[in-house]
């Protein structure tokens, strides 16, 4: 029998940086719903740091999956098996986080229809990827039995540390000045716009007024530092590798505009509500992964490829080895954003 008011959840999602941020569109419905109840969430080491202060999460757990990675799948089940949740929720589609879940001793276990053990769960979910269903709205198809069908947006939520550390890299202070943010790199190559379209970008004319901030991980840094060192802009600050997930966000925050791949930046700033523009390359919008902030710009190719879009993730080259979804791209596309009448400065 349903519980009448559910008084703990877990959500678990061990995937990567983008998704977690996109699940915690749940964290906040469910607390729309049910402001008493517990809410944990289960994910990946290295996460871990993205709920920090988080006012809705009770525990985050960490599952460190690449060292001992099935001891530790172990330990981590007994743990969540432990607090007997009322529902568990398993937005990762893969055997492992299936079995986190059925091990849990919940009373709900609910997960989508891809992951293997599914059969078993309470309820399962059909995962479609159909264009203008975006990821939220695929997650919240897990919930909508308690709560409802329209999804809430993912949200984070720095701290006054998080703040001040931001502005602590600031030259000058930035608070003080109109910025704009650009995360240049992402994992996959054919998501990444290239380093000498970045350039162009950043010496246009309509850039040359504002201070450019360079942001990503510290496997960033040196991408980043060429960028500075190639352009002619005056005012370029390079803080790959020296800001957390949060501190980040909370800088983007503050920015003109950012300037993202498809990739863990365009979801910070969803998270935001931060201006955002979105360069999609090799993927689409449509795949369920655009930006939701309200100001908010996609810019792609205007040609048409054939060979666009070509998969649902990146990869390391480019299948056809011209590499035209990216390099198509006109770089006013991006600047003239800032020249736009409907841009807010």
Known sequence: ???????????????????????????EKLHQYFPDAEIDFLLRKGNETLLRGHPFVRNVMVWDKKKHKVRNLIQITRRVRSLKFDYVIDIH??????????????????????NPVSFLFTKKVKHVIQKGIHEIDRNQKLIDGITDERAARPRLYPSANDYAAAHAYQVPSLSETKYICLAPASVWFTKQFPQVKWIEFMDRPEVSKFYIVLLGAATDHALCESLRIASKHGHVINLAG????????ALMQ??????????APLHLA?????????????????????PLSDVRYVVETEEKLSCRPCGLHGYRACPQGH???????????LSEILENPGFKQ
């Open 1 to 27: 029998m349903r519980p009448t008011v559910p008084r703990s959840f877990l959500i678990i999602q061990t995937a990567f940086i983008g998704d977690v941020i996109l699940a915690t569109a749940l964290i």
């Open 93 to 114: 589609r893969f055997f492992s986080s299936g079995l986190i879940a059925l091990f849990s001793n919940a009373k709900y276990i609910i997960g989508f229809d891809k």
């Open 242 to 249: 020296h800001l957390s997930y949060l501190e980040s966000a």
């Open 254 to 263: 503050g920015a003109i505009m950012n300037y993202v791949n498809d990739s």
């Open 270 to 290: 969803s998270a935001m509500n931060a201006p955002v523009t979105a360069l999609f390359c090799s993927t689409i919008p449509a795949f369920g992964f655009g």
């Open 323 to 333: 590499f035209k979804c990216a390099l198509t791209v006109r770089v006013a596309q």
